[in-house]
């Protein structure tokens, strides 16, 4: 797929049907995540990938039990995707590193839709970093998480603004 096809069919997909997602897909994926760009080529990024279906449902129930109903969707995601990345990154400068770790996801979202896999960004997370910190025992700092597999969804193109609302130009 073009790079153009695939920034306009990425969809965040938070039903997922049970298609083994093979660890070759995942590496060629963070193989892609890791070229993005970053500040001072730091390359800040770092990710856990968890495939362990037992461990997702731990994590998906100590969100669930941290959040409540609000993050009943973003649980059951965690817990019935093929594998949940989750992203980490080294910060010595927390705007720019963070900014970093946010192009390096959308290179892997962007090449997971590439190869037909589905994604969703989860920021709710960061809700329970605390928690996977002690868990997985990883001293880094939590941005945020992709969960991967195949789609029992397809969902339609959502609204964006204009290009005129979202910008200013000086010729």
Not at 3 to 12: M, P, Q, T
Not at 102 to 123: Q, Y
Request: proline fraction near 4%.
């Amino acid at each position: 797929m073009e790079l153009g096809k695939a920034i306009e069919s990425r969809r965040s997909i938070r039903s997922f049907n049970d298609k083994v997602l093979d660890k070759n897909i995942i590496v060629d994926i963070l193989n892609h995540a890791i070229l993005a760009p970053s500040a001072k080529n730091r390359q800040p990024w770092y990710f856990v990938v968890i495939q362990n279906p037992d461990l997702r449902k731990e994590i998906g129930d100590s969100l669930y039990t941290k959040m409540g109903d609000v993050s009943k969707i973003t649980s059951n995601v965690i817990k019935d995707c093929q594998a949940l990345v989750l992203v980490y990154a080294d910060i010595e400068d927390m705007i720019m590193d963070t900014v970093s770790v946010g192009a390096c996801i959308e290179n892997l979202i962007l090449r997971a839709t590439d190869l037909e896999v589905a994604s969703l960004w989860i920021g709710f997370i960061l809700h329970i970093e605390q928690e996977l910190k002690e868990k997985l025992q990883i001293d880094k700092k939590l941005v945020s998480a992709v969960a991967l597999g195949y789609p029992l969804e397809k969902p339609n193109k959502r609204p964006r603004k204009s290009l005129e609302e979202v910008s200013r130009w000086y010729l």
